[in-house]
């Protein structure tokens, strides 16, 4: 890995912020332009941001790096030993509810992770330095599993903002 981060020129960067927008359910995605203020806000300090995506995943990926003005890079990544050993290097990475954050969970890097349909009680660590938001709305954790299944605009995932989000990965790379 070493050598792909000199090729892309953040060998010393930091801090590198990682950011995984995907999963395999779609309800479970929060929107790409908070993702990309959030990491901007996290970057601009000479920061990058590392935006990863798997087999399928670009379209996801290119979403967020379109909406960012600070530097980042797509990684796209075609297996979990790459995945891991890019995620490794990040000091925070900021996530949905979805596999690459229970890896940077294992690996004991912080994770600022949203939630929606999802409980975050059952998969979230629950303990510093992982950070976790999700809507205060009576229908957070429902159990829907697609955007178009939800009858009210997918609120638990439109109304968590860019800025507290940022605040927490600001708090864990301070750390």
């Known amino acids: 890995m070493d ?7 953040l060998d010393g960067v930091r801090p590198l912020v990682g950011v995984s927008p995907t999963s395999r359910r779609s309800a479970r995605m929060w929107r790409p332009d908070a993702f990309a203020a959030a990491a ?3 970057v601009r300090a000479g920061g990058a941001a590392l935006i990863f995506a798997g087999p399928g995943e670009a379209p996801a990926a290119e979403a967020v790096a379109r909406r960012m ?9 075609e297996g979990l030993p790459q995945l891991a050993a890019l995620i490794g290097r990040c000091g925070v990475l900021l996530t949905n509810d979805n596999g690459p ?3 940077a969970v294992a690996l004991n890097v912080p994770t600022v992770t949203v939630y929606g349909p999802t409980r975050r009680e059952n998969w979230h660590p629950g303990r510093p330095p992982h950070a976790a938001f999700q809507a205060d709305i009576p229908c957070a954790g429902c159990g829907l599993q697609t955007v178009p299944q939800c ?4 609120k638990c995932m439109t109304l968590v903002g860019a800025d507290e989000v940022a605040a927490a990965a600001e708090r ?3 750390r």
Not at 151 to 154: N, Q
Request: aromatic share 6%; hydrophobic share 50%.
């Open 3 to 9: 050598l792909w981060l000199r090729a892309q020129h």
């Open 40 to 42: 901007d806000r996290l």
């Open 69 to 77: 003005t600070g530097r980042h890079v797509i990684a796209a990544c």
């Open 101 to 103: 954050m229970h890896l």
């Open 151 to 154: 009858p009210y605009e997918h």
């Open 172 to 174: 864990a790379l301070a």
